[in-house]
C-alpha cells in the first residue's frame, strides 16, 4: 500500500532498469548533499499549538497572482518519459487536477505548447520555462519565446550549472536516453542524444562564462516574464539577485545532483529568507518529503516549496495516477499538519512554530 512519498520511492524504484533509477535517484560523488537535503528537515520539531478551532483550515495560496491549493509546485526535471512515456504531460495533468504550478525543464521530451495545453481542460495552472545559460543565444531566444507564446508565467534560470556535476552512476552505467525520445525545446533528437554522454552534450551547448550581467539585462530585454534564478545557497546571492531586479530565487542545491558538499537547502533557508528581505520572493526545493517539510520550510521563510524526485517516482509508479498519488499524500500531509499545529492558514506558520534540536540540550528556538 502507498501511504508515503516513501513507500512510492520504494515501489517506482524497483519498477526501473537500474541505470534510469540511478540517473533519478543519485547525486554526485559522495551522495553527501543528496542525502543531507532530506535528513536535515529531521532536526526541526513542529511547535504545536493546541486547543484552536482548526474545523476551517485552508491551505491555500497565492502564486503567479493565482490561487493554488497548497505551498507546493512540481521542481523542472529533465527526460521525464524515461519514467513513463506520457512524461511532462501526465505530470502537468496532475498539477492541474491537484491546482498547482509546474516547471518545465529545458530537457523535456514534450514541447513547452504540448505540456501547457495537457493541462487546459483541467485547470488553469502558471508553468514555469526552466532554462540553462546558453552558448547559442539564438537557440535559447527560440525556447524563450516558444514559452512566452505558450503562457509560461517565468523563466527559471538553473544558475549552478556552468558545468554538470560529476556523476559517477552516469559514468558507470554509462547512462543515456533511451532511443525514441525527442527533446523538442532543444531542438534535438533522441539520436543526437545518444551520440554523446549527458556531460559532454552539456558542455557542448552550456555558457561556462554565464554571469550575471551576461544573463539578466539580456533575458529582460528579450521577455516579459518573470525572471527567477534557481539555484542560490547563499544570502550573497539572494541579495545580487535583488540587484539584477530578479523577481524571485529558488533556494537549491539541485536536488545534490551538481555540487556535493553543499548545505541542505533547509539548513541555509533561513539566511537566504531574511537577505530577500520581502524585496524578493524565496522559495526552497530539494529533500521535501512529507507534508511536515513543507510546513518546515515555510517557518524557515520560504513563501513556497517545490518537488523534482517524488513527482518522477510517481510517474514511474503509475503514471499520471502516480503523480497525482505523490501530490495528493503532501496536501494531506501539510493539511494535517496546519490543524495538528493549530494553524489555520499558511500565514500562520511562523518562526514560532518551529524549533530545533541541537546536539545537547532542549530543544532551542529559532
Ligand atoms: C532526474 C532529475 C532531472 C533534473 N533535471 C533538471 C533540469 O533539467 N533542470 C534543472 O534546473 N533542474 C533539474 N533537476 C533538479 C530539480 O529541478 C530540483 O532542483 C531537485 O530535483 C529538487 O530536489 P528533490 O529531487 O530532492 O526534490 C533535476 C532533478 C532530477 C532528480
Ligand atoms: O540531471 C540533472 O540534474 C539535470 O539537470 C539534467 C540536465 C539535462 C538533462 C536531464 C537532466
Known amino acids: 500500500m502507498i501511504l508515503s512519498i516513501s513507500d512510492l520511492q520504494v515501489a517506482a524504484s524497483a519498477k526501473l532498469p537500474s541505470s534510469a533509477r540511478d540517473f533519478y535517484n543519485s547525486g554526485s560523488t559522495d551522495q553527501i548533499t543528496v542525502h ?20 476551517l483550515a485552508t491551505p491555500q495560496t497565492t502564486l503567479f497572482s493565482q490561487q493554488i491549493a497548497f505551498p507546493l509546485c512540481v521542481s523542472p526535471a529533465g527526460i521525464q518519459a524515461i519514467a513513463h512515456p506520457t512524461g511532462e504531460l501526465a505530470t ?6 491537484r491546482n498547482i504550478h509546474m516547471g518545465i525543464s529545458s530537457f523535456a521530451n514534450h514541447s ?3 505540456i501547457v495545453e495537457a493541462a487546459k481542460p483541467i485547470a488553469p495552472i502558471a508553468h514555469v520555462m526552466q532554462l540553462y545559460t546558453m552558448k547559442d543565444r539564438a537557440k535559447q531566444l527560440r525556447i524563450i519565446q516558444r514559452a512566452e507564446k505558450a503562457g509560461c508565467r517565468a523563466i527559471f534560470l538553473t544558475a549552478d550549472s556552468p558545468v554538470l556535476g560529476i556523476r559517477y552512476n552516469e559514468h558507470r552505467n554509462d547512462f543515456r536516453t533511451p532511443t525514441g525520445l525527442d527533446f523538442p525545446m532543444l ?3 533522441s539520436a543526437q542524444i545518444r551520440a554523446e554522454t549527458h556531460d559532454d552534450q552539456f558542455k557542448a551547448f552550456n555558457a561556462d562564462d554565464h554571469s550575471w550581467a551576461r544573463e539578466i539585462p539580456w533575458l529582460r530585454s528579450v521577455s516579459k516574464m518573470e525572471i527567477w534564478i534557481k539555484g542560490v545557497l547563499t544570502a550573497e546571492d539572494v541579495i545580487l539577485a535583488r540587484e539584477f531586479g530578479c523577481d524571485g530565487v529558488i533556494v537549491s542545491n539541485h536536488g545534490g545532483r551538481q555540487l556535493d558538499g553543499t ?9 537566504c529568507a531574511e537577505a530577500g528581505a520581502g524585496k524578493i520572493r524565496v522559495h526552497v526545493d530539494g529533500g521535501i518529503r512529507s507534508g511536515s517539510d513543507i510546513f518546515k520550510a515555510i517557518a524557515l521563510g520560504a513563501e513556497c516549496c517545490w518537488i523534482g524526485r517524488p513527482v518522477l517516482w510517481g510517474l514511474a509508479y503509475d503514471g499520471e495516477a502516480g503523480v497525482t498519488k505523490a501530490l495528493d499524500i503532501l496536501y494531506d500531509e501539510f493539511k494535517r499538519c496546519m490543524q495538528l499545529t493549530g494553524c489555520n492558514s499558511v500565514s500562520d506558520i511562523t518562526k514560532a512554530s518551529l524549533g530545533v534540536m541541537r546536539a545537547h540540550g532542549p530543544l532551542a528556538r529559532l
Open 187 to 189: 531542438e534535438k533528437t
Open 112 to 114: 513547452v505548447e504540448d
Open 92 to 97: 502537468s495533468r496532475a498539477c492541474a487536477k
Open 263 to 271: 548545505p541542505a537547502t533547509i539548513d541555509v533557508l533561513q539566511e
Open 36 to 55: 543531507e537535503n532530506t535528513t536535515a528537515y529531521k532536526k526541526y520539531r513542529l511547535r504545536p499549538r493546541v486547543l484552536r478551532n482548526v474545523s
